[in-house]
Protein backbone atom coordinates (compact mmCIF):
# COMPACT_ATOMS: atom_id res chain seq x y z
CA UNK A 1 0.00 0.00 0.00
CA UNK A 2 1.28 3.57 -0.80
CA UNK A 3 0.45 6.51 1.49
CA UNK A 4 0.75 10.18 0.19
CA UNK A 5 0.11 13.48 1.65
CA UNK A 6 -0.31 17.00 0.16
CA UNK A 7 0.16 19.70 1.13
CA UNK A 8 0.29 23.74 0.35
CA UNK A 9 -3.08 24.33 -0.89
CA UNK A 10 -4.11 27.68 0.10
CA UNK A 11 -6.46 30.76 -1.08
CA UNK A 12 -4.59 33.02 -3.74
CA UNK A 13 -5.37 35.85 -5.70
CA UNK A 14 -6.31 36.11 -9.35
CA UNK A 15 -2.54 35.93 -11.09
CA UNK A 16 -0.68 34.86 -7.88
CA UNK A 17 1.47 31.75 -7.58
CA UNK A 18 1.05 28.40 -5.69
CA UNK A 19 3.05 25.66 -4.95
CA UNK A 20 1.75 22.08 -4.54
CA UNK A 21 3.50 19.31 -2.82
CA UNK A 22 3.50 15.54 -2.52
CA UNK A 23 4.93 13.16 -0.39
CA UNK A 24 5.01 9.41 -0.81
CA UNK A 25 5.48 6.17 1.44
CA UNK A 26 4.99 2.59 1.54
CA UNK A 27 5.61 0.03 -1.24
CA UNK A 28 6.41 2.18 -4.20
CA UNK A 29 7.57 0.81 -7.27
CA UNK A 30 10.33 3.16 -8.87
CA UNK A 31 9.01 2.54 -12.60
CA UNK A 32 5.84 4.50 -11.73
CA UNK A 33 3.79 7.95 -12.71
CA UNK A 34 3.22 10.21 -10.37
CA UNK A 35 0.45 13.18 -11.18
CA UNK A 36 -2.27 15.82 -9.95
CA UNK A 37 -5.54 16.14 -10.62
CA UNK A 38 -8.45 18.37 -9.99
CA UNK A 39 -12.10 18.61 -8.98
CA UNK A 40 -14.21 21.59 -9.01
CA UNK A 41 -16.79 22.41 -7.56
CA UNK A 42 -19.92 21.21 -8.92
CA UNK A 43 -17.83 19.09 -11.07
CA UNK A 44 -18.38 14.96 -10.97
CA UNK A 45 -15.44 14.10 -12.25
CA UNK A 46 -11.54 14.18 -11.45
CA UNK A 47 -9.44 15.84 -14.61
CA UNK A 48 -5.60 15.48 -14.75
CA UNK A 49 -3.88 18.65 -14.34
CA UNK A 50 -0.22 17.26 -14.93
CA UNK A 51 1.65 14.04 -14.43
CA UNK A 52 5.28 13.06 -15.07
CA UNK A 53 6.94 9.83 -15.16
CA UNK A 54 10.11 8.39 -13.38
CA UNK A 55 12.13 9.16 -16.43
CA UNK A 56 10.43 12.48 -16.46
CA UNK A 57 8.30 12.48 -18.90
CA UNK A 58 5.71 15.05 -18.68
CA UNK A 59 1.76 15.73 -19.59
CA UNK A 60 -0.16 18.81 -18.99
CA UNK A 61 -3.80 19.71 -19.65
CA UNK A 62 -4.11 21.98 -22.54
CA UNK A 63 -5.53 24.85 -20.06
CA UNK A 64 -2.57 24.63 -17.84
CA UNK A 65 0.15 24.53 -20.29
CA UNK A 66 2.72 27.39 -20.25
CA UNK A 67 1.21 28.20 -16.32
CA UNK A 68 1.98 24.82 -14.10
CA UNK A 69 4.74 22.92 -13.65
CA UNK A 70 5.28 19.99 -12.58
CA UNK A 71 8.62 18.01 -10.63
CA UNK A 72 9.97 15.09 -9.21
CA UNK A 73 12.19 13.58 -6.88
CA UNK A 74 12.62 10.63 -7.46
CA UNK A 75 15.32 9.54 -4.35
CA UNK A 76 12.26 11.46 -1.75
CA UNK A 77 9.34 10.13 -3.79
CA UNK A 78 8.06 13.38 -4.26
CA UNK A 79 6.19 15.29 -6.52
CA UNK A 80 5.77 19.33 -6.85
CA UNK A 81 3.25 21.37 -8.97
CA UNK A 82 4.32 24.90 -9.48
CA UNK A 83 1.32 26.62 -10.33
CA UNK A 84 1.35 30.42 -11.66
CA UNK A 85 -0.71 33.10 -12.86
CA UNK A 86 -3.53 31.33 -11.38
CA UNK A 87 -7.41 31.72 -12.52
CA UNK A 88 -10.03 31.50 -10.95
CA UNK A 89 -11.50 28.29 -12.54
CA UNK A 90 -8.67 26.93 -10.80
CA UNK A 91 -10.05 26.96 -7.74
CA UNK A 92 -10.59 23.24 -7.42
CA UNK A 93 -9.54 20.14 -4.72
CA UNK A 94 -6.25 19.24 -6.29
CA UNK A 95 -5.41 15.05 -5.75
CA UNK A 96 -1.82 13.70 -6.18
CA UNK A 97 -2.12 10.49 -7.94
CA UNK A 98 0.78 7.48 -8.42
CA UNK A 99 0.37 5.16 -10.59
CA UNK A 100 2.13 1.58 -11.23
CA UNK A 101 0.67 -0.79 -14.05
CA UNK A 102 -2.73 -1.32 -12.42
CA UNK A 103 -2.10 -0.11 -9.31
CA UNK A 104 -3.22 3.37 -8.10
CA UNK A 105 -2.83 5.51 -5.11
CA UNK A 106 -4.44 8.89 -4.63
CA UNK A 107 -3.67 12.00 -1.75
CA UNK A 108 -6.74 13.27 0.69
CA UNK A 109 -6.75 16.19 -1.67
CA UNK A 110 -6.03 20.05 -1.05
CA UNK A 111 -7.94 22.80 -1.36
CA UNK A 112 -7.31 25.49 -3.81
CA UNK A 113 -9.44 29.00 -4.01
CA UNK A 114 -8.14 31.62 -6.43
CA UNK A 115 -10.38 34.44 -5.35
CA UNK A 116 -10.02 38.37 -4.98
Known amino acids: QVQLVESGGGLVQPGGSLRLSCAAS????????MGWYRQAPGKMMRELVA????????NYADSVKGRFTISRDNAKNTVSLQMASLKPEDTAVYYC?????????WGRGTQVTVSS
Open 51 to 58: AITSSGIT
Open 97 to 105: RIAYREYVN
Open 26 to 33: GSIFSDNT
